[in-house]
């Protein structure tokens, strides 16, 4: 009797256990994955940073993580920096993220949006998700939920044990399960918190109201309160803070409101700087530093960072970092994205230019398609496969190459060839010729590259950094 009933025990203690593991692995396959949308994720790689190894941080909204690029910062003065801002944050979450933020960084100066003064709700449900359920479980979750979910009005779901559990939240995803929730995606890894967005915003400049200094509201009780408590926060932590508005359009009621917003600020001492004001001292120009009415895209990032890097080194007491131990990271946040930065001009590049790339880049997979019997192939690409040991037998059968770092991987096969090129893709040519004509095409995983259209003297770059194509030229 005794022997059965400790089986029973053993077998409910093994069945557990294995019910544990399968609901923790189902978890790290369903649970929610961004701040931003599309798998980047500020407030995961917020939780892998080393412990005190931040000086400035900032918090915001969207137009903070596409405006503010920390690797700049870091690249220009060495300051450590990261972008904690996520999607459609509001006022109130945001003193629960700093208050996370400070549990294992020690920031000398906290920045914080200056679109907080007009953000104290969410009008879509995934930046309701994103502003809670990214963040550890913790008792600043726990009031985060308490604050922003229940008067949440706007919201399609504001049942606060959904939120406390979370689960109930995520379970039904499984029906739009992509690949990168099974694998880590490298594209946004160390990237402390930007986010990449080159497109262009083609509607001119701002209007006066925008730029407008001197018509001032009273501030709101809504914002007075948090800044106080944020202010109090600051003060009981040994950081400042400072405002900043990036480029943005604003209606003359706006306007007069965040100018109203600065006033109180000013009596309290706290620094604020309005990009708007100076978009002509740091060359911005809205039609091609905009990515919309309201977000920099990355070339304007660029500028407000500079300047930024400048006015936080003039106006505090910050180290400079670089070469020291424990912040690898910030390097690496530079090599992403000077990657990114040639993903999108690349395709302006010559065929040398661009096979040339291998050299200064590392990480750069090439297919390389060349037949010599036809009269629209490329000098340079002929040359380029001569430097990669390709002999001239070879190149005059044609076909298509794989390689990097100018060595070839795989040569040209009646059968299909190809590698591994991250955890996720394989790249892989499927060749069928004839006397006459030649189909090779070029694969990543399911999606065709290279097809009948540019068979003939083509240049594929797979970046193994940013685990994506970055660049099919046809360069005939």
Known sequence: ???????????????????????????????????????????????????????????????????????????????????????????????????????????KVVVLSATYFFHDHYDLEGNLYRNTISLNQSQNYVDLVNDIVPPNEKSANNKLTDYYLRWPIIHGRYKELKKYD????????????????????????????????????EISEQNRAWVDEMKKLADENGFEILVVATPKVYDITSRGKLNGCYAYLDTLGIKHVDINNILDEIDFVESKDMCDASHPNAYGAEKISKYLSTYLKDNYALADHRGNAGYEIYDRSVTKYNHNVLMYKAESLSADELLSLGDKYTGLVYTVTYHADDERNEEAVYNYLLKCNVSEEALNAGGTWIIKNNTVLKSPQEKTYGVKVSKADYLYVLPTANNESYFDTVYVGDEQYVDFSNNVCCILIYDTLLERVTVVKDVR
């Open 1 to 107: 009797m005794k022997n059965s009933c400790i089986k029973r025990i053993l077998v409910i203690i093994v069945f557990l256990l294995l019910l544990s593991a399968f609901l923790i692995g189902t978890y790290k396959v369903l649970n929610w994955k961004d701040t931003t949308g599309d798998y980047f994720s500020s407030t995961k790689q917020m939780y892998e940073l080393n412990d005190n190894t931040v000086d400035v941080a900032f918090f915001g909204p969207s137009v903070f993580y596409n405006g503010i690029n920390p690797a700049i910062l870091w690249e220009e003065e060495g300051i450590a920096s990261f972008n904690a801002s996520v999607a459609g944050q509001d006022r109130n979450a945001s003193y629960y993220f700093v208050k996370e933020f400070i549990k294992k960084q020690s920031p």
């Open 182 to 217: 099974f694998y880590d995606t490298n594209e946004y890894k160390d990237t402390l918190g930007f986010s990449f967005t080159p497109d262009c915003w083609n509607d001119g400049a701002f209007e006066e109201d925008s730029l407008n200094s001197e018509y001032v509201l």
